[in-house]
Nanobody
Framework: VQLQASGGGLVQAGGSQRLSCVVY????????MGWFRQTRDKEREFVAA????????RYADFLKGRFTISRDNDENTVYLQMNSLKPEDTGVYYC???????????????????WGQGTQVTVSS
């Protein structure tokens, strides 16, 4: 199983960025997917999750509607659209696949079995 995250880079505050996560080696439609991030001086934290069909999502409270998670099961890809970016959003963003037997939109890292390598997002002020 391999998860390849991409789309990170340098962006100015207030700008937008779209992250992608292509999944190899498993059927994406069998897995809840999540995005997490590790920002400066913090442990890895939950950002967003999406159910297997894409009809239900969950977000971290601090996002206040700025990010949107989506998925394309035919393309085995999960996305994270990030708008109104702030310098405090700077960090490494990871996609993760939940254990297939579970369907809840979990927020803890231990609930996810497979992880991508992360993509760096840097927001300048």
């Amino acid at each position: 199983v391999q998860l390849q995250a991409s789309g990170g880079g340098l962006v100015q505050a207030g700008g937008s960025q779209r992250l992608s996560c292509v999944v190899y080696g498993l059927s994406l439609s069998d897995h809840v997917m999540g995005w997490f991030r590790q920002t400066r001086d913090k442990e890895r934290e939950f950002v967003a999750a999406i159910d297997r069909s894409g009809s239900s999502t969950r977000y971290a409270d601090f996002l206040k509607g700025r990010f949107t998670i989506s998925r394309d099961n035919d393309e085995n890809t999960v996305y994270l659209q990030m708008n109104s970016l702030k310098p405090e959003d700077t960090g490494v963003y990871y996609c993760a696949a939940r254990y297939s037997r579970y369907v809840s939109l979990a927020v803890d890292t231990s609930s996810y079995a497979d992880w991508g390598q992360g993509t760096q997002v840097t927001v300048s002020s």
